[in-house]
């Protein structure tokens, strides 16, 4: 049987497997990238195919082509005729290599500059398309279209009921909480636990789902395929560990890859503010003389956003303690996930933006500095240590970026990408929890 002679579309490496799948996703040894059939070799020697109609054409250096692949004289691209005119439509091309799956081109002239059309139009024929820069050329790969998986139509549905009871009662106990400290200090406050509990749990649910529902319009902007959001239900102190989409098809560009990043913590953190502000406005003060120092409890960290809030809307003169309603322990949440996701690493939403500008390789090298540096940080905050495994775990499948790597990033993403770090900067929190 033979065996294909694989590349991979990101950094070009090369090497003999034992398969012949037109596609293998993230097999590359070197950089994670997927890798795709350029040719076939038995026992390590590449075949000569079939000659009649055929002749060895020296492919040049750096396009990804062993030298001595064959090339057709006739339908010399492998391709259906209905894809060839709309890859001629799009660019002016120069044929290097096939092997009945898999097509790949130098780009000589590019005449339709969206991407994201040429995508579209080649999905509906069944074929998917990647450009690339290589030795200073442009590399179009065109292979068939994946097959994408139909969305589960209840089960979100069912992990959405699950996720708000488990908040309602994750609220109802810091609702008792909140209300014992109001009658042990003899303090005005709405005293009923389950309007309270109700309130927390509209405003959980609210962020993280204003924040997954922003991932999912730029998906559905760019034609990128995207389950429904998944909340997933916990028993801890928030009821949940938040929310997640899984993304089912390629991104198409660099700014698609961008808008998919910003949109879900821009969109929750426009929540989480006005929560927080909420939450302050109904949250306690009691000066420290009045609190035991041997009292203990759950002391939340800061960050220059929320302090900034605290000094706005509490207006503190003095030494006070806060204690949080949990409406602003609700809008504190918001603010410390929209920062981890910003965190630039791995396929985190900020990895995404950050993949957008830097290779994959310096994106993998930052990753893991990145998680040497949580492993440094877990002495002010044990969870660092889980989220520095986290990250080598998820960072190790690499990020493979937008399939167009080449077309430019628009300015106006590029004010995206800064917006982005300017949240990122002033929700940055050290030390998000620890107990006196």
Same mark, same amino acid.
């Given at each position: 049987?033979?065996?294909?002679?694989?590349?991979?579309?990101?950094?070009?490496?090369?090497?003999? @497997?034992?398969?012949?799948?037109?596609?293998?996703?993230?097999?590359?040894?070197?950089?994670?990238?997927?890798?795709?059939?350029?040719?076939?070799?038995?026992?390590?020697?590449?075949?000569?195919?079939?000659?009649?109609?055929?002749?060895?054409?020296?492919?040049?250096?750096?396009?990804?082509?062993?030298?001595?692949?064959?090339?057709?004289?006739?339908?010399?691209?492998?391709?259906?005729?209905?894809?060839?005119?709309?890859?001629?439509?799009?660019?002016?091309?120069?044929?290097?290599?096939?092997?009945?799956?898999?097509?790949?081109?130098?780009?000589?002239?590019?005449?339709?500059?969206?991407?994201?059309?040429?995508?579209?139009?080649?999905?509906?024929?069944?074929?998917?398309?990647?450009?690339?820069?290589?030795?200073?050329?442009?590399?179009?790969?065109?292979?068939?279209?994946?097959?994408?998986?139909?969305?589960?139509?209840?089960?979100?549905?069912?992990?959405?009921?699950?996720?708000?009871?488990?908040?309602?009662?994750?609220?109802?106990?810091?609702?008792?909480?909140?209300?014992?400290?109001?009658?042990?200090?003899?303090?005005?406050?709405?005293?009923?636990?389950?309007?309270?509990?109700?309130?927390?749990?509209?405003?959980?649910?609210?962020?993280?789902?204003?924040?997954?529902?922003?991932?999912?319009?730029?998906?559905?902007?760019?034609?990128?395929?995207?389950?429904?959001?998944?909340?997933?239900?916990?028993?801890?102190?928030?009821?949940?560990?938040?929310?997640?989409?899984?993304?089912?098809?390629?991104?198409?560009?660099?700014?698609?890859?961008?808008?998919?990043?910003?949109?879900? =913590?821009?969109?929750?953190?426009?929540?989480?503010?006005?929560?927080?502000?909420?939450?302050?406005? @109904?949250?306690?003060?009691?000066?420290?003389?009045?609190?035991?120092?041997?009292?203990?409890?759950?002391?939340?960290?800061?960050?220059?956003?929320?302090?900034?809030?605290?000094?706005?809307?509490?207006?503190?003169?003095?030494?006070?303690?806060?204690?949080?309603?949990?409406?602003?322990?609700?809008?504190?949440?918001?603010?410390?996930?929209?920062?981890?996701?910003?965190?630039?690493?791995?396929?985190?939403?900020?990895?995404?933006?950050?993949?957008?500008?830097?290779?994959?390789?310096?994106?993998?090298?930052?990753?893991?500095?990145?998680?040497?540096?949580?492993?440094?940080?877990?002495?002010?905050?044990?969870?660092?240590?889980?989220?520095?495994?986290?990250?080598?775990?998820?960072?190790?499948?690499?990020?493979?970026?937008?399939?167009?790597?080449?077309? =430019?990033?628009?300015?106006?993403?590029?004010?995206?990408?800064?917006?982005?770090?300017?949240?990122?900067?002033?929700?940055?929190?050290?030390?998000?929890?620890?107990?006196?």
């Amino acid at each position: 049987m033979p065996r294909g002679i694989y590349e991979c579309v990101n950094c070009g490496h090369r090497e003999v @497997l034992d398969s012949t799948e037109p596609v293998i996703e993230r097999a590359c040894p070197k950089c994670g990238g997927d890798m795709i059939l350029v040719g076939y070799a038995v026992s390590g020697v590449e075949s000569p195919n079939v000659r009649s109609g055929r002749e060895e054409v020296p492919a040049p250096e750096g396009s990804g082509v062993s030298p001595g692949v064959e090339v057709p004289r006739e339908s010399p691209h492998g391709l259906p005729p209905e894809v060839e005119a709309k890859l001629n439509e799009f660019y002016s091309l120069r044929f290097y290599g096939f092997d009945g799956h898999v097509a790949v081109f130098e780009v000589l002239d590019i005449y339709e500059k969206n991407f994201e059309r040429v995508l579209r139009e080649l999905e509906n024929l069944g074929y998917w398309a990647a450009l690339k820069k290589r030795d200073g050329r442009i590399v179009l790969f065109v292979f068939p279209a994946g097959k994408i998986p139909p969305d589960n139509p209840w089960l979100p549905w069912l992990f959405l009921v699950l996720t708000v009871l488990s908040t309602f009662f994750a609220g109802y106990y810091l609702a008792l909480n909140y209300i014992a400290t109001l009658e042990h200090y003899g303090l005005p406050g709405l005293r009923n636990p389950y309007i309270i509990a109700l309130s927390f749990s509209v405003s959980v649910m609210a962020i993280i789902g204003t924040h997954e529902l922003g991932h999912k319009i730029a998906a559905t902007y760019h034609g990128v395929k995207a389950t429904m959001p998944y909340f997933i239900p916990f028993p801890n102190i928030l009821g949940t560990l938040g929310a997640v989409i899984r993304v089912k098809s390629p991104l198409p560009t660099r700014n698609a890859a961008i808008d998919l990043g910003v949109s879900g =913590p821009i969109a929750g953190f426009l929540v989480a503010v006005p929560v927080t502000v909420l939450g302050l406005k @109904l949250s306690v003060l009691v000066p420290m003389s009045m609190v035991p120092s041997t009292e203990g409890g759950l002391y939340f960290g800061t960050n220059l956003l929320f302090e900034a809030l605290q000094r706005l809307v509490l207006n503190v003169q003095g030494d006070y303690v806060i204690f949080l309603h949990p409406v602003a322990i609700a809008g504190w949440v918001g603010i410390l996930v929209t920062f981890l996701n910003l965190i630039p690493v791995a396929q985190l939403d900020g990895g995404h933006i950050l993949r957008a500008f830097i290779s994959e390789k310096a994106h993998k090298m930052i990753t893991y500095a990145a998680a040497l540096l949580l492993v440094g940080m877990s002495y002010l905050w044990s969870g660092w240590l889980i989220w520095a495994i986290l990250i080598i775990f998820i960072g190790s499948a690499g990020n493979p970026g937008a399939l167009d790597e080449v077309s =430019p990033i628009s300015k106006g993403r590029i004010v995206l990408a800064l917006t982005a770090l300017v949240i990122f900067v002033i929700t940055a929190t050290p030390r998000p929890l620890w107990t006196a």
